[in-house]
Nanobody, 128 residues
Framework: QEHLVESGGGSVQAGGSLTLACEIS????????MGWFRQAPGEEREGVAA????????FYIDSVKGRFTISAPRNNNTMYLQLSGLKPEDSGMYYC?????????????????????WGQGTQVTVSS
């Protein structure tokens, strides 16, 4: 099974930017639907962005559209999440995940599942 390691988190002021990276080891060539989730203290984990590597299709929750960009270049084993226009409500632990399902418009990719493979997380803190 693949192993995921996130990096790039940090503390920024509102309006700032960060780029998160998720290095994936193992056999990634079978991986298609992968993405990023976040979890704030006391709240449930939520999906924020997903990518279907085969076609390069990307999916976002409404609250991050136009501000976050997910990418997964096929020439390396790393997935990225570019965060811009950050808001305090974007704060939380960010996790990358593979083996998402329903990477389609209106699909349930954003729902965490026991079958997902997770990294250990990287903290993002946005101050006002």
């Amino acid at each position: 099974q693949e192993h995921l390691v996130e990096s790039g988190g940090g503390s920024v002021q509102a309006g700032g930017s960060l780029t998160l990276a998720c290095e994936i080891s193992g056999n990634i060539f079978k991986l298609n639907c992968m993405g990023w989730f976040r979890q704030a203290p006391g709240e449930e984990r939520e999906g924020v962005a997903a990518i279907w590597r085969g076609e390069g299709s990307t999916f976002y929750i409404d609250s991050v559209k136009g501000r976050f960009t997910i990418s997964a270049p096929r020439n390396n084993n790393t997935m990225y999440l570019q965060l811009s226009g950050l808001k305090p409500e974007d704060s939380g632990m960010y996790y990358c995940a593979t083996r998402l399902v329903e990477c389609t418009v209106g699909g349930a990719w954003h729902v965490p599942r026991a079958s997902n493979i997770w990294g250990q997380g990287t903290q993002v803190t946005v101050s006002s």
